[in-house]
């Protein structure tokens, strides 16, 4: 299943070669797209998760040890 949207390509000082086929997007590299985004934004939870509960602890005055 090819996608039929475009892949970018780096320029060549060669230029294209006689025949050259257009690249295809592979169906499986939305998928990794959605997965490393999924990764990143869950770890940008996560940390301000930890700011946010470091801040409140110190407003209340809880006693807490620092990493």
Excluded: Y
Aim: net charge neutral.
């Amino acid at each position: 299943m090819s996608e039929t949207r475009p892949v970018p390509r780096r320029e060549s000082p060669w230029g294209l070669p006689e025949g050259h086929r257009e690249p295809q997007a592979h169906c499986c590299n939305d998928r990794v797209e959605d997965v490393v985004q999924f990764r990143l934004l869950k770890l940008v939870a996560s940390i301000v998760i930890v700011v946010i509960l470091t801040q409140f602890q110190c407003i209340r005055g809880i006693e807490f040890a620092c990493p």
